[in-house]
């Protein structure tokens, strides 16, 4: 059916589903052609009495008489408009078609649905057409086009250049309290406030040749700021390929497989460098592309002891490669458990050494709140070190998340179903505020991890239990035999309030305190640990949509991390 639908007059009555109901049928307007409907994506329903619209041409208006569709099949033609019933004194006109066919004028407004906003109000942005959720006052929208924070600083705007259709859009790079965050695709005013968009899809056929090109990376030259100075692509050190050797897979990441290798010729000298190698798959998507060209950048500006180096790239050939720092030790977790007491043989970890890892990983995330970067995700997991043996030194590995928030590739991956909700404070999981304290907050789960070697926190509660726990005012135990000062640097780092939280260099005062404390250091460390390994990682994940469908039950031997698995929020 290609025709439009007529206008609903005073009394008639139709059958036909696109034209509109007549006052005393309840004025409903037509419905829209399905055809439209599937192929542009409008749904051109008429509006009050008046017909649906056509595939390919406009409906009639509603009226006293309702208006005929339109004459032309063209989809820039109108239907006719409806006649009044209403005189133009005012009165109701009882004779009207006798001698009253003059044109009345109808009113269409589109009506957005705003109820996912916090601010329960949005717009549709004019040149993406997508529907933005509008902030108060002095707010800035969140890359999840949902909630709003409040921006103390707008430190950087930086024009980023690209290619194709992708040039018609000024794109901004817009660094909230930390220095850090949202690239914003496209911009647009409304009463002098910035609002985010997200970037405008490309076209499968633009994706596909960027995916083909090897040049990818040279051709999106994100600029990226970090501590007021701003990196680029083409500071990125390139390797040469043939300087580079693969030796053995060390693990799995989020993008590709991690391989312990050796690079020649760095600094000049023919001496073989011991490597990680990430890797990116040469099919993968483009935004995996620029994710994994994100992490180098923001891993090549950071200089700190206790940050793992990004030692170069080796991006023009496929699959392209990111080389860091080798930590021999691996990721802390996993440290953590393995070293946990086993039947007849006590923990070889020693109170201080856990004190020493958890200070090394303060003192990097002291060097991430002085230049106003918010990691999001400090967890055991996310943290290497450079050996497994009592010299080692524990360093912040992992930016995974701040690169999605950065890349606004957070949403895509699944927004809110993938926030360490166990890791987070209230006011980032219920309101979307991230400051430095919210790394504070993290920090102190991490510390609870370190002293219970490894556990999940929360043990045997899932990520929705968590939530209304904490927000209800709940805090974690000790974990076995921690001692106390050791559990006061938790809960202060759990503070309700943010602003009670300490910040990273009264953290390691009062780590060095401990460190110092012979009633900490000689604390024997628990022979054994609570529950069994299968119980604890524990968490029910329901499948989207599952309603009051039997939870599903998986573990940490089913799942590598069950603290990220997909859950619901009520
Ligand atoms: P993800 O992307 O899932 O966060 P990564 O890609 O960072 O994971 O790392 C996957 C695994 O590779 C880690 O668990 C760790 O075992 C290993 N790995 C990562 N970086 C290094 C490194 N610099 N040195 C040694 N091993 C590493």
């Given at each position: 059916m290609l025709c439009a639908g007529g206008?609903?007059?005073?009394?008639d009555t139709t059958t036909h589903l696109w034209a509109g109901k007549s006052l005393f049928e309840g004025p409903e307007g037509g419905s829209s052609c399905p055809q439209a409907l599937s192929k542009l994506g409008w749904a051109t329903f008429g509006g009050f009495g008046g017909g649906g619209g056509a595939c390919t041409a406009g409906g009639g208006g509603g009226g006293y008489r309702g208006g005929d569709v339109s004459q032309t099949d063209d989809i820039t033609a109108d239907g006719q408009d409806g006649i009044s019933f209403v005189h133009p004194s005012?009165?109701?006109?009882?004779?009207?078609?006798?001698?009253?066919?003059?044109?009345?004028?109808?009113?269409?407004?589109?009506?957005?649905?705003?109820?996912?906003?916090q601010t329960q109000s949005c717009k549709r942005d004019e040149d993406s057409r997508l529907i933005l959720c509008l902030c108060h006052n002095e707010e800035v929208l969140a890359p999840d086009n949902i909630t709003c924070f409040l921006p103390t600083t707008a430190i950087c705007f930086i024009i980023m250049?690209?290619?194709?259709?992708?040039?018609?859009?000024?794109?901004?790079?817009?660094?909230?309290?930390?220095?850090?965050?949202?690239?914003?695709?496209v911009y647009y005013?409304?009463?002098?406030?910035?609002?985010?968009?997200?970037?405008?899809?490309?076209?499968?056929?633009?994706?596909?040749?960027?995916?083909r090109s090897s040049t990818i990376m040279t051709d999106y030259n994100p600029n990226y700021c970090f501590a007021g100075k701003v990196a680029s692509l083409s500071e990125l050190k390139e390797v040469p390929r043939k300087n580079i050797t693969l030796l053995r897979a060390l693990g799995h990441g989020a993008f590709g497989e991690v391989y312990e290798g050796q690079v020649l010729g760095m600094n000049g000298e023919n001496t073989?460098?011991?490597?990680?190698?990430?890797?990116?798959?040469?099919?993968?998507?483009?935004?995996?592309?620029?994710?994994?060209?994100?992490?180098a950048l923001i891993m090549s500006k950071f200089n700190h002891q206790n940050i793992v180096r990004c030692i170069g790239v080796s991006?023009?050939?496929?699959?392209?490669?990111?080389?860091?720092?080798?930590?021999?030790g691996g990721d802390l977790k996993s440290f953590l458990r393995h070293n946990r007491p086993k039947i007849s043989q006590a923990s070889s970890l020693t109170m201080l050494e856990l004190l020493h890892m958890a200070r090394d990983i303060a003192f990097g995330c002291q060097y991430l709140e002085e230049n106003h970067f918010i990691h999001r995700d400090i967890a055991a997991r996310n943290c290497l070190l450079t050996c497994p043996g009592p010299e080692r030194v524990a360093k912040i590995g992992d930016f995974g998340m701040a690169r999605d928030i950065y890349r606004a590739s957070y949403y895509r991956k699944g927004g809110r179903a993938m926030l360490p909700v166990k890791w987070m404070p209230p006011e980032a999981f219920l309101e979307g505020i991230f400051t430095c304290k919210t790394d504070t907050w993290s920090f102190g789960v991490l510390l609870w991890e370190i002293f219970s070697l490894g556990y999940m926190p929360y043990p045997c509660k899932t990520n929705q239990e968590v939530l209304e726990f904490v927000t209800s005012g709940g805090r974690m135990d000790p974990p076995k035999s921690c001692p106390g000062p050791v559990y006061r640097i938790m809960t202060q780092c759990w503070q309700h309030c943010p602003e009670h939280r300490p910040n990273f260099s009264t953290i390691l005062e009062r780590i060095n305190y401990c460190t110092q404390d012979p009633?900490?250091?000689?604390?024997?460390?628990?022979?054994?640990?609570?529950?069994?390994?299968?119980?604890?990682?524990?968490?029910?994940?329901?499948?989207?949509?599952?309603?009051?469908?039997?939870?599903?039950?998986?573990?940490?031997?089913?799942?590598?991390?069950?603290?990220?698995?997909?859950?619901?929020?009520?």
């Open positions: 206008g609903g007059g005073w009394r005012g009165e109701i006109f009882l004779q009207p078609l006798a001698a009253m066919e003059s044109h009345g004028e109808a009113e269409i407004e589109v009506h957005l649905n705003c109820s996912h906003c250049g690209s290619n194709v259709d992708l040039l018609s859009h000024v794109k901004l790079l817009f660094v909230d309290l930390g220095s850090v965050l949202h690239v914003f695709a005013r409304k009463k002098n406030h910035l609002h985010a968009v997200r970037v405008r899809l490309q076209s499968p056929e633009y994706k596909l040749s960027k995916i073989a460098m011991q490597v990680a190698i990430k890797t990116l798959p040469e099919i993968c998507s483009e935004q995996d592309e620029m994710d994994f060209l994100m992490e991006l023009q050939i496929l699959p392209r490669f990111i080389l860091l720092e080798l930590m021999t009633d900490v250091i000689n604390t024997p460390l628990p022979v054994e640990y609570g529950p069994a390994v299968e119980e604890e990682g524990s968490t029910v994940i329901r499948p989207e949509g599952s309603g009051s469908m039997t939870p599903l039950l998986v573990t940490h031997s089913m799942s590598q991390d069950a603290s990220l698995q997909p859950w619901e929020l009520h």
